[in-house]
């Protein structure tokens, strides 16, 4: 198992800070990427923060993570949380634990968002604490939880 931990995220993440900050707040990826590489190395970890917009790139990375031994993958899948069963069969497939994660909390939005197929074969999810989600999801890897 390798020290590297995958942060893996979804469709429209690229515009945090500027997309419907009233639900996703003012803060870029790349200040999320920065306070978790800081988190990350107080535990010895390494993050690998990766963002696409493509399903079937998150499919070949959540399999890639398998593939390089990584310790966890950190998931917000973003609008694909909701529709992906692609996304649900690649997490069974690969034994890497998965955390999901939100920024907002999806069950307390439109309906359409109450379903999470990534849930479903998630270890955790964290949702609901904006940017410090992913700071929770992270301590949930480095304090064996996950």
Do not use: C
């Amino acid at each position: 198992m390798s020290n590297t931990v995958y942060v893996l995220n979804g469709p429209n993440l690229n515009l945090l800070g500027l997309r419907e900050p009233e639900i996703y707040g003012h803060t870029t990826l790349d200040e999320i990427a920065g306070m978790l590489e800081d988190q990350a190395r107080e535990h010895g970890l390494t993050i690998d923060m990766r963002q696409t917009n493509h399903e079937g790139m998150l499919v070949d990375w959540l399999h890639e993570a398998q593939a390089e031994g990584a310790r966890a993958v950190l998931l917000n899948a973003a609008a694909y949380t909701h529709t992906s069963i692609a996304l649900l069969d690649a997490i069974k497939a690969i034994t890497t634990p998965v955390v999901e994660v939100h920024l907002s909390n999806p069950k307390t939005r439109e309906e359409f968002r109450h379903i999470s197929f990534i849930g479903m074969a998630s270890a955790k999810t964290v949702e609901g604490h904006g940017p410090e989600s992913y700071r929770i999801a992270l301590e949930a890897v480095t304090s064996g939880e996950v």
